[in-house]
């Protein structure tokens, strides 16, 4: 069962006309195939089969439901840190995703941008929407990389933590 739904997309990832069955549609689509993208990156195999075992148990496992669902942690520094689970990251891709399928659509002569009364970019919501995940993810490995019981997780590259700006650099 997918961790967010259409109704998580709100205020600055706000879809337009989500009430319309084939927008509804489209977007549930995308969330089951962008959240088990990410879960797969973000975690890797190992941990993420160990999250998706420990979550089908009769009684989940606190550690993955912490995972989940967020808690705090002990940062290098010795500060507390609060972690807010997977959901708000998730969000973010599944937007960045979206909005960067629907900015042009194709046609039997290539792709085309969406005529419109003014030109506008959706570039910079897409920029937006990948940098809070990725301090999200940030965050999170951190998290994992607090509590030993999650194993080693290998983040030695991985786009998911790289930031990235409006002019592809």
Known sequence: MPIVSTSDFVGELTI???????????VNQFIVTYEAEYLNKVLGYTLLTAYNTGLALPTPA???????????????????VKYNGLK??????????????????????GEKEIQKA?????????VRAWNRMVSIN?????????NPDYG???????EMFVYMNTLGL
């Open 138 to 146: 940030k965050s999170l490995r951190a998290f994992i990389r607090s």
């Open 62 to 80: 606190p550690l993955y439901v912490a995972l989940r669902d967020g808690g705090t942690y002990v940062d290098v520094y010795g500060d507390t």
């Open 88 to 109: 708000e990251a998730i969000v973010n891709y599944v937007y960045f995703h979206y909005i960067r399928n629907n900015a042009t659509f194709t046609t039997g002569s």
């Open 118 to 126: 003014q030109a506008a970019s959706s570039l910079d919501k897409q």
């Open 16 to 26: 337009a006309q989500l009430e319309q069955s084939s927008i509804d549609a489209d």
């Open 152 to 158: 080693t997780v290998n983040y030695a590259y991985n």
